[in-house]
């Protein structure tokens, strides 16, 4: 069972749509990223959360730790958020610390 | 600019011919990692490194060493490459402990192992 789940896998939304991005994980968790991986193959980081909601733009993360859950807002979508975000995780079990364990990302299109 | 290096960009190379694919950093960050991007597999970390003289295995370090003798630089060696570790990888840096800070990621290397 992978203990970094996202979704959906795949997602294809016409400009200035809302879209949302789910990650889920089955382990305790210090902290969680949101990366965004552009079609060259290029990855930044857009979010570090470990409670609550931050906001960057049109994008919102937000992580409820209760429910080992967080999700990627991006309001007025455009077709420059096409993309595949991924979601990583620092856990309390499963290695020592500084391991990562990192989802298998969604695909994001945006079409005008 | 602040930025993460990685060179090569593309390699293609053998089985068995030893191979190191740089990795530097210009932020003074104490945090560095390698990791593998595969289809299907999602991004999987190799090693990374607290600080200088400071490594410690991910969940995928076999076929793999690496080093850290200066702060700026954490070289990704392959001794004998063989075709399964034909993938891209990505050198990342951060401050301090590593998660807790933005991750900064290298442009990727793209090796093929024949």
């Known amino acids: 069972k992978n203990e970094v789940e996202q979704s959906p896998q795949n997602l294809t939304a016409q400009e200035g749509e809302f879209i949302t991005i789910n990650c889920s994980y089955s382990v305790g968790i210090s902290a969680l990223h949101w990366l965004q991986q552009h079609p060259g193959g290029g990855i930044v980081s857009l979010f570090m959360l470990s409670s609550g909601k931050k906001k960057h733009g049109r994008l919102i993360a937000t992580i409820n730790i209760q429910e080992k859950h967080s999700s990627l807002h991006i309001t007025a979508s455009h077709p420059r958020d096409s993309a595949v975000y991924i979601c990583a995780v620092k856990g309390w079990f499963g290695g020592s610390q500084g391991n990562l364990i990192f989802g298998k990302g969604t695909k994001l299109s945006v079409k005008p | 600019e602040a930025q993460v290096t990685q060179n090569p960009r593309y390699l293609i190379t053998v089985t068995g011919k030893k191979l190191t694919v740089t990795c530097s950093q210009n932020?003074?960050?104490?945090?560095m990692s390698w990791y593998r991007q595969d289809p299907g597999l999602g991004l999987r970390q190799i090693y990374y490194?607290?600080?200088?003289?400071?490594?410690d295995k991910g969940d995928v370090p076999e076929g793999y060493k690496v080093s850290r003798k200066e702060k700026r630089n954490f070289p990704l060696i392959l001794e004998s490459p063989s075709p399964n570790q034909t993938s891209l990888y990505f050198c990342?840096?951060?401050?301090?402990?590593?998660?807790?800070?933005?991750?900064?990621f290298g442009p990727g290397t793209r090796l093929t192992v024949t």
């Open positions: 990342a840096s951060s401050a301090g402990q590593g998660f807790y800070h933005e991750q900064y």
């Open positions: 490194s607290m600080n200088v003289e400071v490594t």
């Open positions: 932020m003074n960050h104490e945090y």
